[in-house]
């Protein structure tokens, strides 16, 4: 998928190095994902690899600057429902590429069966992504009170995030 030239595709191996890039100073912040701060390199990768997702890397002038792992957010009577993840690149935050990221899952989720979209665990600090989120068609159907321990602000809320697909794509 391309968009507003931003190039969207499924990850491959060959993308481990720029991945990690990406997801390193996010994960060490601590700030916006449920993972250990000192989560290995590895672990990380095969995380965010991991079944039921697949993963996909934006890229813009040959460069890969985010990336998101899309699929079903729970086996069973869930199935129906996708859950995706993203980041991006510090250096290419307010670029769009999140936003092309989030629209790409979407379409992508579409194509795949998936009846609706839903963000467990959006922390409600992360200002920037509630907005983007909002902006892009969720709405906020769930707050968990002080879920998420911020390492700097302490217990701050979650919030679950939702939108159906039927008007995608």
């Known amino acids: 998928m391309t968009g507003g030239g931003v190039d969207i595709r499924p990850a491959t191996a060959a993308d ?15 700030e916006t ?4 701060r000192d989560m290995s390199r590895d ?32 086996p069973g009577g869930g199935s129906h429902v996708a859950n995706a993840s993203f980041a991006t690149h510090p250096e290419a935050r307010g670029r769009g590429i999140a936003r ?42 769930g707050r968990l009170p002080g879920a998420f321990c911020h390492p700097t602000l302490g217990p701050v809320d979650a919030l679950v995030m939702f939108q159906t697909l039927e008007d995608v794509g």
Not at 16 to 30: E, F, K, M, N, S
Not at 117 to 123: I, T
Request: with cysteine; aromatic share 14%; hydrophobic share 50%.
């Open 43 to 74: 672990d990380a990768l095969a995380d965010w690899f991991a079944k039921p997702f697949t993963a996909f890397v934006a890229e813009c002038d040959g460069r890969i600057l985010g990336t998101s792992h899309v699929g079903a957010n729970r």
């Open 100 to 141: 092309a990221l989030v629209d790409h899952a979407k379409i992508w989720a579409k194509g795949q069966g998936f009846a609706a979209m839903q963000f467990n665990f959006v922390v409600s600090t992360n200002a920037d992504a509630v907005h983007l989120w909002q902006k892009a068609g969720f709405a906020i159907v």
């Open 33 to 36: 994902y449920c993972v250990p």
């Open 16 to 30: 481990h190095d720029a991945i990690w890039d990406i997801l390193r100073p996010v994960y060490r912040a601590g």
